[in-house]
């Protein structure tokens, strides 16, 4: 009888037939390899993107500002807000020359985004260009690795009146990408998105009625709406500076002492001032505050010196305000609600005007920049020139300059300025020397002794009060 090799068993015998390995092995392999190849497709895409649309420097800069002259012409901008909130009369009517408007929007770019910007009119239409860093933080992780080291987008178009009154976009171009003008509201509103300002973007659409455009200027029709001028102010204050503004406005009370806080529709007639307070130990006070909420933040050194910026920003605010007869729903709508401090008068080197001069340069310093509070203490001290004025003076120009010194060190040195700032215990530790400066100087006299603006005699004094200021104690 013939002998037959076994039958190998299946599974229905018990065993289990081992499964081949290769077939798996290459699944696998080729789904590495299709997410290798899409990784690679999606930073090729970013790199052609990136390419397209972020430079590694700035198109242009501009080192133009404001001038004395010009802010001097946009000084009735400042109530614009205030007469929005009144319901009754016709629409508010803004009217902006091509030079005024341009430099306005430069140093609008600078504050806010901290990049450059070009506007220029012609009928009916404006033609725009802005350069901007990159706000890494802001963008989505493989966007932000795939950018080089310095990364900058350019963005420039064009706008046109149109039979809405707003102006539309004709066209837009992001880098090297052009936008079709069908997608270009939806593509500015998101760049404004990323870099934080949709918010108040949206907020300066729905309060412009009719915008005319001039190859020499532009006519702004802003409509009256009270809590869309609140929702500008609101926008403009982040919440933790909105924070730290209610604390220092309390310490402030306190030190107001004398009179009970007043509400504040009865602010003029709030008591009378049981006598003057005094700047150093106003702004000592102010600042131990300043440095005990930056010594109770949590967070690493970074952290913390952005942390004792917004805290010195905060009181330089306050105190600006205050010494200078204006109450802080100025900027913080929220505040007319709040107890009003005491109406006193706050003297620095037994001057009012000296506090009022070293504390709004200090604050247009940290809250916008240094040319802009340089350009308005000279504007002042033009106006004064007048008949009208009480005449130039070159010891008010250094206080003005030791208040820029001080917003420059809030936001560059902050922790030690807190320090520093915390033990002032006499005016002459804030206050420049002004022995011996020219002041009071009409027209005639300041030809006479100076000659003009930026002659010899003047730079030559303008370094008198640099040294001076250098010679601060508490801003050295």
Request: proline fraction near 7%; charge should be positive.
């Amino acid at each position: 009888m013939a002998r037959h090799a076994p039958l190998a068993k299946g599974p229905r015998d018990g065993f289990s037939a081992p499964q081949p390995r290769a077939p798996r092995r290459r699944r696998i392999r080729s789904w590495l390899g299709g997410l290798a190849a899409a990784l690679c497709a999606l930073l090729l895409a970013l790199g052609a993107l990136g390419w397209a649309v972020v430079d590694t420097a700035p198109a242009f800069t501009r080192t133009d500002s404001l001038t004395p002259r010009d802010l001097w012409r946009l000084r009735s901008l400042a109530g614009v807000i205030d007469e929005m909130r009144q319901p009754d009369g016709p629409p508010v009517s803004v009217d902006l020359r091509a030079r005024e408007l341009d430099l306005v929007v430069q140093e609008a770019s600078a504050r806010l985004l901290k990049g450059s910007a070009r506007l220029g009119l012609r009928p009916a239409a404006a033609d725009f260009a802005l350069t901007l860093p990159v706000p890494r933080s802001r963008l989505p992780w493989p966007v932000s690795v795939a950018l080089p080291q310095s990364a900058w987008i350019h963005l420039s178009g064009s706008a046109r009146e149109s039979v809405d009154g707003l102006p539309e976009l004709s066209a837009l171009r992001i880098g090297r990408l052009p936008v079709p003008p069908a997608f270009a509201r939806w593509a500015l509103l998101r760049v404004a998105d990323r870099y934080g300002h949709a918010e108040s973007l949206a907020i300066g659409m729905a309060m412009v009625q009719r915008l005319a455009i001039r190859e020499a200027g532009v006519t702004a029709t802003l409509r009256r709406d009270a809590a869309l001028a609140d929702s500008l102010r609101r926008a403009w204050v982040s919440d933790a500076l909105r924070r730290a503004l209610r604390v220092f406005h309390e310490r402030l009370l306190r030190l107001a002492q004398g009179a009970q806080p007043v509400p504040a529709h009865s602010l003029s007639a709030g008591g009378t001032p049981t006598g003057p307070l005094h700047l150093a130990p106003l702004v000592a006070s102010v600042f131990q505050l300043a440095a005990q909420r930056t010594a109770e933040f949590s967070g690493d050194e970074t952290a913390r010196l952005t942390e004792a910026a917004l805290q010195n920003r905060a009181a330089l605010l306050v105190l600006a305000l205050y010494v200078n007869g204006h109450p802080l729903s100025r900027v913080l709508s929220e505040a007319r609600t709040w107890p009003q401090p005491a109406v006193r008068p706050v003297l620095g080197a037994g001057r009012e005007d000296r506090p009022q001069h070293l504390l709004l340069a200090a604050v247009l310093t940290a809250e916008a920049n240094g040319r802009l509070a340089d350009a308005l203490g000279i504007l002042k001290e033009v106006s004064d020139r007048s008949s009208a004025g009480s005449g130039f003076s070159f010891d008010d120009l250094a206080v003005d300059r030791a208040g820029r010194r001080l917003g420059e060190l809030a936001l560059r040195d902050p922790i030690a300025l807190q320090r520093r700032l915390a033990a002032v215990t006499v005016d002459a530790e804030l206050l420049p020397d002004t022995v011996g400066l020219p002041s009071f100087l009409d027209e005639a006299a300041f030809r006479e002794a100076i000659g003009e603006e930026g002659s010899p005699r003047y730079q030559a004094l303008m370094r008198d009060i640099e040294a001076r200021v250098a010679a601060v104690p508490a801003l050295r």
